[in-house]
């Protein structure tokens, strides 16, 4: 027996990385076989006992309990996540200053995401070299306030590239973000290759090769691991119970039970609403509630 990461999961065949570093392909056994079709899915990420058979071929004989799950909500209340990713430490999420300008609701729905499923969360704003800095200040200012860390970048400049290769050094960190952001130019810029590794992936997903949500973990020469989750951009399939989604306001959370109607305001219409009064005296920013205003509505339409 030896222990091995799951680098990606695909139609029944699983690529593994034994902790020796060789890479190879594996197969289930009868067992998990099982147990894939009940729905406890073997995904990129997860770690597992394997068996190295006199003819090599490999069996993956057993799955170790998750640290992280990052999951997409399955719709409806009886059916379970999809997991994208297990044992993920952070969600990495790219934007750039300028070209292509960034947006705020996509970063919220973004964060709502990582949120859900517990990971740390690293913004970074990328191309700084393209605007002033008052901008960047100006655009990242609510998370800061938040609580959220933030890293400024610049590939061009060589701006904060150190910063972000001792942050995913050593760990196990999902990058996502839109495309045209510079996050090949950034992976590239940490590890020689690694851009164009996760770009060959996205490209894959893109042209349909993979029908469904599938993530690849790429290892990292300085240890860890980078992994690129094309479906996750693909946000409008996720969803979101109404009720827990004022959990994943960082910013929220002091407020929270305190509005007049307690733990069942909504924080949208009711009278005495605690976030409310925040964003009205400025404490809570108005382009954040907004982002919770709009996903509450979506979530609350899809779940009927
Ligand atoms: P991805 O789609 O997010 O992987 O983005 P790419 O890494 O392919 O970059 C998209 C474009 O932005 C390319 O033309 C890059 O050269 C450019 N780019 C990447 N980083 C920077 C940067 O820091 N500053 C500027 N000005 N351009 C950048
Ligand atoms: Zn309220």
Redesign the pocket.
Known sequence: MASATVLSASGGVYDVRLDDGTVAEASLRGRLKLEQRTGDRVVAGDRVEVEIHPDSSIAIESVAPRTSELARRAPGHGRRARVIVANAQRVII?F?AR?PEPKRRLLDRFLVLAEASGLDVLIVM?????VDESTVDEFLAPYVAAGYATLR?????N?GIDELRDIVCGSHSVVT????????????AIQPGL?LR??EV?EAVHKGRHTTVTARLIPLDCGGYIADTPGLRELGLWRVDPAELEHYFPEFTDLLGTCRFKRSCTHIHEPDCAIRNAVDDGSIDRARYESYVTLYEEAAEQKV
């Open positions: 790219v750039a070209d990328n191309k700084i070299d393209l970048a610049s590939v061009r400049a701006t973000g839109p495309s045209g952001v510079g996050k090949s130019s950034l992976l590239n851009g996760i770009g996205s």
